[in-house]
């Protein structure tokens, strides 16, 4: 495993939630991070939260439709699951900053496949089963929320 490389895209990951974190809370409303809730921990699922909405962010280095779909992990689904079982006025949301915008997903809106994915090129075969939506179902920030607020 290249652990220098993997320390680089986290950080360039964490960077990219830092430089949205004020578009975002312009849509949603005041966000915290998970990350500094002692009751969530480092690793949780979704990376900001309210009392209205869970939101995970995935940082990609492509334009969003340079692929038929995007993805991210199954036990982001999951949980969401378990949390909407316990609050289901919850809003779930998964988001990609890629490099011509911020798309998202809401939670089970449409269908979706699920799959192994993951890469390799960090010196350790990266791979999990995943959440894979089409690009049919993602739409833009901006298209995404005037959806959902009417």
């Given at each position: 495993?290249?652990?220098?490389?993997?320390?680089?895209?986290?950080?360039?990951?964490?960077?990219?939630?830092?430089?949205?974190?004020s578009?975002?809370?312009?849509?949603?409303?005041?966000?915290?991070?998970s990350?500094?809730?002692?009751?969530?921990?480092?690793?949780?699922?979704?990376?900001?939260?309210?009392?209205?909405?869970?939101?995970?962010?995935?940082?990609?280095?492509?334009?969003?439709?340079?692929?038929?779909?995007?993805?991210?992990?199954?036990?982001?689904?999951?949980?969401?699951?378990?949390?909407?079982?316990?609050?289901?006025?919850?809003?779930?949301?998964?988001?990609w900053?890629?490099?011509?915008?911020?798309?998202?997903?809401e939670?089970?809106?449409?269908?979706?496949?699920?799959?192994?994915r993951?890469?390799?090129?960090?010196?350790?075969?990266?791979?999990?089963?995943?959440?894979?939506?089409?690009?049919?179902?993602?739409?833009?920030?901006?298209?995404?929320?005037?959806?959902?607020?009417?």
């Open positions: 495993m290249d652990h220098t490389k993997k320390r680089k895209d986290l950080r360039f990951g964490f960077k990219s939630e830092d430089d949205i974190h578009i975002l809370e312009k849509e949603f409303g005041k966000l915290f991070k990350s500094l809730n002692p009751e969530m921990g480092k690793y949780y699922e979704f990376d900001k939260y309210n009392e209205e909405y869970f939101i995970e962010i995935k940082t990609r280095r492509i334009r969003h439709d340079q692929y038929e779909s995007l993805f991210f992990g199954k036990n982001k689904l999951i949980k969401g699951d378990e949390l909407l079982k316990k609050s289901p006025h919850l809003r779930i949301f998964y988001l900053k890629c490099n011509d915008g911020i798309y998202g997903w939670h089970r809106s449409t269908d979706f496949d699920t799959c192994k993951g890469r390799c090129d960090r010196g350790k075969d990266e791979f999990d089963d995943c959440v894979d939506i089409k690009q049919i179902n993602i739409k833009d920030l901006k298209n995404l929320l005037d959806n959902i607020n009417g």
